[in-house]
């Protein structure tokens, strides 16, 4: 056991240091704004064009094949710097992990290298009206057409869908439940976006509505029906390493410690005990990266790491907004807040995580 | 020994909630700066604490507490606690104030800003924060304001900065308006506390999720029933800082009642409501899930509320490393 | 509404304290040893010879008829006073209120003024091993016999059966789950007792085994069959007022915050929340009083009371752990500790109580 | 970077675990001082960390770290983080030390007493505690000690009051070894955590009530993932403070490894630990309910162990407030 970075580790932190030192822009708008999204866009772009936008891919799609600890390495760099929000994310962490397990060689060189520049930006789309923590009970379709499928019904929920280009999610294709359920990518131009406004009045989600929209069969990601077992396998790395990595609350203990510093003990001590946690959760990643890089698998344990870094983003948000009081508004912690707030409910509610963790890691009966 | 409402108490907040109920539904939120403010004017409820020979019922704060905390439950957009409470302690002469003719707004002691001021018509600015000590104020006409917006989560309590070119000193003790305005933002978080309560109960019961409603999973009933202790366990602390804040002052017809220290039991009020409604806010967000998240669901007023009241008049934090001094001074007496 | 003690209430408040400070005993032994269990027997003897050891009961049973502001007014100087524990709490608060609701003039003169005296000490009697926090599940049976019942079963958690002279609690007559439960009282010299040490070696609880003990009629309370909704209204009385009055925790903060007054200001600043919550249940405990005496119906509400004062305890009693560090055991606040463990178990746990809260109060679906 | 323990290492835990299992059984805790440690010392345990020179294997805190959590999943009495971790470091000379026939104690700076001092051959008694200022320390000689019993929770691990006539001056430094200390009880912890979490999901298992497992029951569920998650974030801590107490040292074969701040890491683990156990030790009892009070329940010796070893070589707050004022002067650099 040790933890001391290799000599390529710290050079490739020095060069991401010294890159995003001289590139990282001023706090562009809120991608949720048009001129903010085209604004996230061309920072992807640029990102891109140092093979920093997705460094852990292999270099024929536009990433660097950098290590899971390199990669990390990278998140905390990026965060520390201040750099903006990943309008990609959907597509990086979500999706692109599904194309490389399950796509086939020509989906991956149709889509990843477009996605790395930002060319196309995705949005994701898995919860319906009636289908919001019970995935299972998705009852949008996919009909079969002539060398394709069409789709029908409602998504919800869908994350960057008022300005991205391209969405995934899953469509019934027959049976019940986790069965006969297709995962699709879909073009957004044929589909019906309503944009839905946040707390903060900006669209960052949208309801999506299928009216027969036709997609090739070359949009379907592995066999038609095998959807559920592809999306949790994506679920999981949601869960895991890619959706939070320990950089942004780093980056986010760091400044809340310095906002604290002549602050009352009292609460000059609970954000001591968040920078710890956020040192906990960095660590943790570390040891999990590890495993991964065994060969191991990491299942259903993902989910503590959901439940930990969404209440400690929360703690510390919160802590923020007591500290700042009324002036709270005119610092980006109060936007930072309301992101925050989502942390337990997104990508599985805490709820259904303690659940899994209680009946997949300890056994407890269902 | 009487720690209830009185009848009249309960029947002057049911005049204020059949009021609000109408003229100030969640769709007035969306459309209009001061829904329902004449309507409660009408009904006297901005004269309650207004002396009588100024036109008002010379009522105390306590009179006035369950009207209060319906101002919360309804979310009232407007300087509701400024116009209502504030000002017969500081602008008692002003004529009109019992009639709901002037608005007044406040910035407090190391205040951000004064809220709904560009709807006022006098506005008080304290002297900056001299940590502990009455440093004064300044009442502002609103022509010789100027005032700049302060960005902020409420859009329904929006903050501006105030400079001003002409002021008149206050003659009045700035401490005991404060000490009720406090209080009655503690009642109106008690309020904003049960709204979102029973919004999260009534969504908990009509929305399913893995074929049963919500309601019935054990985890989110127990996070209701945390708010519901919560509040239950906050609000008689309002109450006994709104008697705490009268009592202080000698009554003629009474002994003097002893109130060891009117500002800790203040703090205690607006600590433990702010907390409350706090958690009555993350619970309500954890309840209704990503819907909750949305412009489209009247949700969204309330939780801004919470967040905006619990940081008026200082914080949970604040308030409490009071508390904690006034203990470290050693005097442990109650009141009662 | 108002908060001012009448000059009734100051004066009794002012007798009580000025009796207790002439005759509180040093801390006796635990009443879970045999000297001390005849100590705080001897000290209940002397309450009961200035009519303090009941208050609120009628004269005619041995208290002075006070009002509840003034049994509250009681408990606060006794407990300031740093009187011993009650070992007559089983009697006087659970029995004794289920007596004057529901027993005969004849049970309440046989029982009562002994009770008040501690010639007798009461044990309850409420839990088996296969029904813990499930009572409708018990098992225990009270047989027919001539003018009386046999009593056969197991039961167990009995406090103070160790060295109580009586007890009382459900046996089942008849039916199934909450039917044919029958309240019964019963002496103790012909049930085999088995004391449970806890935590702290001593024997608190005890186990009792019944072999057809007879017992006659007049040791029924109310219909036989009728016991579940009569214990039920004393299991209300146990979560309500009369379990855990305020008293307690008010001296219990106070020494808190004297514990941590020069402690760091972290720790004093949880301190300071315990001394406001117990303030809270103070006065949220007058409303309560306040609306009881009007005649209102306290119901299910009492579980909201349950829950605050098992969580407040146990907090205080944790913070005055991690302020005295390895010297706790040099002081009662280790043995504090331990009992206030117990809290959100007992009388219900509050898992349980959060649950009739939810449904009962708050109107959620079972 | 390889954050993992190595294969040897966990072999090493294994072995410990088997010794434990037959020869620190939970009856053993009832009826005996000082169960298996004739065994560990004939596995070489007590040599670990004793320099090759000394007959030692000259193994870094790190490699002990499974096995020390392994004394910790059994509840083994003794003075063991004492003779295996601090006597290496400080007595390093002193004859057998590694074949287990020398026990050792320790009053650290502040504690109030030396753990299972009756037990041990040397005890070691910092002076008082002079804030951060290493004040050193003497070596006691049993019978040169008079020892005075401190009552506490744990029956396992019985503080003494140490008070003596003769004693030598310790000529290494204190802290260093307090820190190796520190990181072993924080690995204890863990230890104990882990079994407390076995023992409550076993039961919650088996219990039933209202017709069901109690485990099936949402509460009980999220409860005892809530310490699942504490346990494994906790531990990463721990396991970082062993490597930094090592690589506080600059190796020979190694550039050197900055660790900004030794101390503010084992405070890190310290305290996350003692919070995990002891959330592991509340939701063991509201899990069993009252039947884990009682004495004839294995529970109540993990319960003590888990109190004992939170407040043994400073509680979470102590160590947090150290981790508060090094952040406050302004020093965020991580390791690694």
């Known amino acids: 056991m040790d933890l001391d970075f290799t000599r390529a580790e710290r050079d490739f932190r020095a060069e991401v240091r010294d890159w995003l030192a001289r590139h990282v822009p001023e706090r562009p708008p809120s991608m949720d704004t048009p001129e903010g999204f085209e604004a996230h866009r061309a920072w992807e772009a640029l990102l891109a064009s140092a093979r920093l936008s997705a460094v852990s891919w292999p270099e024929e799609y536009g990433g660097r094949g950098a290590s899971l600890v390199e990669w990390l390495i990278f998140e905390e760099e990026y965060w520390a710097a201040g750099a903006p929000g990943r309008v990609s994310q959907n597509g990086i962490f979500l999706l692109a992990p599904t194309l490389m397990a399950f796509g086939t060689e020509e989906q991956r060189r149709a889509w990843l290298p477009g996605m790395a520049r930002a060319d196309q930006v995705w949005a994701q789309a898995w919860s319906e009206p009636e289908a919001g923590s019970d995935l299972a009970a998705l009852t949008s379709r996919a009909e079969r057409a002539d060398g394709g499928w069409r789709l029908y019904g409602q998504k919800t929920w869908s994350s960057r869908a008022a300005y991205a280009s391209h969405g995934f999610g899953l469509f019934r294709t027959s049976g019940a439940r986790h069965k006969g359920l297709t995962y699709v990518m879909f073009p957004l131009e044929d589909v019906a976006v309503r944009p839905v406004a946040q707390l903060d009045g900006l669209p960052g989600f949208a309801e999506l509505f299928f009216d027969g929209v036709y997609v090739p069969d070359t949009m379907v990601i592995g066999e038609p029906g095998d959807g559920w077992r592809i999306a949790m396998a994506a679920t999981s790395s949601e869960r895991g390493l890619t959706l939070r990595s320990p950089g942004r609350f780093l980056a986010t203990a760091d400044r809340l410690v310095a906002l604290a510093r002549d602050a009352d003990p009292a609460l000059a001590d609970r954000a001591a005990r968040c920078w710890i946690d956020a040192e906990a959760y960095r660590l943790h990643t570390f040891h999990t990266a590890r495993r991964i890089t065994a060969g191991e698998e990491i299942g259903p344990a993902s989910s503590m790491g959901k439940v930990f870094w969404s209440e400690l983003d929360l703690r510390m948000h919160g802590l923020a907004m007591e500290l700042l009081g009324e002036r709270a508004g005119t610092t980006p912690w109060l936007d930072g807040f309301l992101f925050a707030l989502a942390g337990p409910i997104y990508a599985g509610t805490n709820e259904i995580q303690r659940t899994i963790i209680a009946e997949r890691v300890l056994g407890l009966p269902r | ?336």
Chains 1, 3 share one sequence.
Do not use: N
Request: net charge neutral.
């Open chain 2, 1 to 336: 020994m009487d720690f209830a409402f009185t009848p009249d108490q309960l029947a002057l907040a049911e005049t204020v909630r059949d009021v609000l109920t109408e003229h100030c539904p969640a769709s007035a939120l969306r459309s209009e700066r001061l829904p329902a403010w004449d309507r409660l004017a009408a009904v006297g409820f901005f004269g309650l604490l207004v002396p009588p020979e100024a036109d008002g019922l010379g009522l105390c704060l306590v009179d006035a507490l369950p009207a209060l905390e319906e101002t919360g439950r309804a979310c009232l957009p407007g300087p509701v606690v400024e116009t209502a409470v504030v000002a017969p302690y500081l602008l008692p002469g002003v004529p009109k104030l019992a009639s709901g003719a002037v608005r007044v707004s406040v910035v407090p002691p190391g205040g951000a800003g004064a809220p709904d001021a560009d709807l006022a018509d006098l506005i008080v600015v304290a002297a900056p924060s001299t940590r502990g000590r009455d440093g004064g104020a300044v009442v502002v006409g609103r022509e010789a304001a100027r005032l700049r917006p302060l960005p902020g989560p409420d859009p329904c309590r929006r903050l501006s900065e105030v400079t001003y070119t002409e002021s008149t000193p206050l003659d009045r003790p700035l401490a005991p308006a404060l000490r009720a305005a406090t209080v009655a933002t503690a009642a109106q978080l008690i309020g904003v506390a049960r709204r979102l309560l029973e919004v999260s109960v009534a969504y908990a019961r009509s929305r399913r999720q893995f074929g049963a409603p919500i309601g019935s999973f054990q985890a989110v009933k127990h996070r209701l029933a945390d708010v519901a202790v919560a509040v239950a366990f906050a609000a008689p602390l309002v109450h006994r800082a709104a008697l705490a804040v009268e009592a202080a002052v000698p009554d003629a017809g009474l002994e003097v009642r002893a109130v060891p220290d009117v500002g800790r039991d203040v703090s205690a009020a607006k600590a433990a409501a702010g907390e409350a409604a706090d958690l009555a806010a993350r619970a309500a967000l954890q309840t209704h899930g990503a819907i909750g998240y949305t412009e489209e669901l009247d949700l969204r007023f309330w939780l801004a509320r919470a967040w905006s009241l619990s940081a008026a008049y200082g914080g949970a934090a604040e308030h409490r490393a009071r508390i904690r001094e006034a203990l470290a001074g050693g005097d442990l007496r109650r009141y009662p």
